[in-house]
């Protein structure tokens, strides 16, 4: 018996702030998520497995219009043609309460109710799945204990979209235990909800396939699907990527450094072992550049120099396709603050007023409110996502003034003779 186990797939997700950045693919990224699915159908009549298990977030949201819906359906059809059974739960994105248009999906496809968890049982197979779907987008009860016991002598499978007891950056549905799940007597906990790939118990089995596509450089790392062999009760799973893009962030340490050439041979030796036995992906790639260096007075003379030579490395990259989502830059010059603090001249002030500020949280959030405030309430919603600086938190505000001080220094001292 052999089925795969996929969630989050977040059909159509919407670019979230990349329109953003010029150049970026922006066809190839509003396209992965089905792209990915495409690749689930594939791998499902390869194999051919069974039955498909999908733990919730097929959708995003309420879709834009029918096209979303009308995509996934035409997937479904080809498992249909094939004889291949669908089972699903909707999940927080794709809660019966969240999606207003509807579409009768093809015979094989069997969606859990919400009202209660109930069992399809196979038995020519030896199976019995049990699941129940999301009613609204803030499911807050543990819909565990609703589902029935166990069948004795077959193959359980529960199917469920949780946050079980927490995890971070993602919000708290349907919350459980592991020894919730546990004492079902179950085989097989197939869960969703979680992006990021993770095996909680291997007996019984529960596990997040994670998505199936990551959408943002928060998604990072290989995206895809559980394929499941089940055989005489003894469980041999083995993931299969389906991404077509993969997301990565890379943190480069330029302490040291003097020429950007070092800086590009550095990220290509970084970027190159991320890059290995898939050739057909793009890699979108976020780069944060940390340390000492002296660098940084270029950059501050010349702003972008450093993100066009991370820019250039990536175009020098002949193994894979790479695009450069962002370059972060959390710098230090080389400077001796406490040595340029006892001095008299502008340089000494200015570190001087700066360590004032950090020791004055109310002073520095006043002047951040009347320097900053303005502008920030002026940018349009596509730029002030996550990635903005809060001016309503401390941690952001302390961080700013050490990049203007950095920035500061680094002129005040390329002006010195
Ligand atoms: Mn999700």
């Known amino acids: 018996m052999r089925f795969i186990h996929a969630a989050d797939l977040h059909l159509d997700s919407p670019l979230r702030g990349l329109t953003r950045y010029a150049g970026a693919p922006l066809e190839r990224l509003r396209t ?20 498909v298990l999908l733990a919730g977030d097929i959708y995003d949201g309420d ?20 004889g291949i059974r669908v089972f699903m739960v909707q999940g927080n994105h794709d809660a019966q309460g969240v999606i207003s248009r509807q579409l009768t999906l093809p015979p094989n496809v069997m969606v859990f109710k919400s009202r209660g968890a109930h069992t399809e049982r196979l038995d020519a197979l030896g199976v019995a799945i049990h699941g129940r779907s999301f009613r609204e987008r803030a499911e807050d009860a543990d819909l565990v204990p609703s589902y029935p016991e166990a069948v004795p002598g077959l193959f359980n499978i529960g199917l469920l979209h949780t946050s079980l007891s927490g995890r971070p950056g993602h919000d708290t549905y349907a919350p459980t235990t592991v020894d919730t799940l546990v004492a079902k007597g179950y085989d097989y906990w197939a869960l969703g909800h979680v992006h990021c790939r993770e095996q909680v118990l291997e007996t019984p089995r529960i596990l997040y396939p994670g998505n199936l596509q990551g959408r943002h450089a928060n998604e990072t790392g290989t995206k895809g699907c559980e394929l499941v062999r089940v055989e005489a009760g003894h469980i041999a799973a083995e993931f299969v990527p389906l991404d077509l893009v993969r997301w990565h962030r890379l943190t480069l340490d330029l302490t040291g450094m003097e020429g950007l050439e070092s800086v590009g041979a550095a990220f290509r030796e970084a970027l190159a072992p991320r890059l290995a036995g ?34 250039a490395a990536a175009q020098d990259v002949a193994a894979a396709e790479v695009w450069i989502e962002q370059v972060r830059l959390d710098l230090t010059p080389p400077l001796d603050r406490d040595r340029i603090a006892r001095r008299e001249d502008a340089m000494g002030e200015l570190v001087r007023l700066v360590d004032a500020l950090h020791a004055d949280p109310a002073a520095l959030a ?52």
């Open 32 to 51: 992965a998520t089905r792209g990915a699915l495409e690749r689930l159908i594939d791998l499902a009549l390869a194999e051919p497995v069974d039955f």
């Open 63 to 82: 879709w834009q219009d029918f096209h979303t819906g009308l995509f996934f359906r035409e997937q479904l059809v080809r498992l249909d043609r094939a």
């Open 278 to 311: 898939a050739g057909d992906l793009l890699h979108a790639v976020r780069v944060t550049l940390t340390g000492c260096t002296g660098l940084y007075a270029l950059e501050a003379d010349r702003p972008g120099t450093l993100d066009a030579a991370i820019r």
């Open 366 to 417: 006043e002047l951040a409110q009347a320097q900053l405030g303005g502008l920030l309430n002026a940018l349009p919603p596509e730029v002030t996502g996550e990635e903005v600086p809060r001016l309503d938190r401390g941690a952001d505000l302390h961080e700013l003034l050490r990049a203007a001080e950095a920035t500061v220094l680094a002129r005040l001292a390329g002006a010195q003779p």
